[in-house]
């Protein structure tokens, strides 16, 4: 099945396989990318004004172009300041999700992963960063730091030896690009109850 480069603006989905309730279920693809080139091409040039973005776009701006900008703005590749869009530099954009600011995965960053929910924690790490556009290595490394570093891992509950050889035996979350979502609010749930 094809994989394609930029996620459906509704459900994230990178092949045909929409979810139940998607929006876009049947659009053509190239119809999908259309919409995501048309923004980018036009924030590759510079910060814009959103509502001069809409005549900037060849075509008219529809439901498409609409939802493709609020995905780019959802997963921090585009940022809005006083009505200004602008494309954020790989670099920044790396240096940004490392810490994810939103729920449910900012619960997991801060708090932390605790028995009963280690493996969907985990799952859900490995997942987002593989989402927002980390390589392995970045990924295994930012992903150990957290074990670390929220505590995660000094509470226990894990089989495996080390941090490292947790994410290694995790990789495959990174091969198949699996959704996150679903693994973080369970996770999430966890957590919260936790804190009692
Ligand atoms: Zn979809």
Not at 60 to 74: C, M, Y
Not at 92 to 115: H, I, K, N
Request: hydrophobic letters at 35%; proline letters at 6%; glycine letters at 6%.
């Amino acid at each position: 099945m094809p994989r394609f480069d930029y996620p459906c603006p509704d459900c994230r989905a990178t092949n045909s396989l929409h979810d139940a309730d998607c929006d876009f279920e049947g659009t053509p693809w190239p119809d999908v990318e259309k919409a995501y080139t048309d923004i980018v091409a036009r924030l590759s040039a510079g910060p814009v004004a959103e509502a001069d973005l809409y005549d900037a776009v060849d075509g008219e701006w529809g439901a498409l172009h609409r939802s493709a900008l609020e995905r780019l703005k959802r997963d921090e590749r585009v940022t809005e300041n006083n009505d200004v869009l602008r494309l954020r530099t790989a670099a920044e954009f790396r240096e940004q999700v490392a810490e994810p600011t939103r729920e449910p995965m900012r619960t997991l960053y801060t708090r932390g992963s605790v028995p009963g929910c280690h493996d969907n924690a985990v799952f859900a790490m490995i997942a987002w960063y593989e989402m927002v556009g980390l390589s392995w290595s970045e990924t295994r490394e930012n992903v150990i730091e957290w074990l670390e570093d929220s505590g995660a891992w000094a509470r226990g509950g894990f089989e495996e030896p080390s941090p490292a050889a947790l994410v290694d035996s995790k990789r495959h979350v990174y091969e198949a690009g699996y959704g996150w979502k679903e693994k973080a609010e369970a996770a999430k749930r966890v957590i919260d109850r936790h804190r009692g």
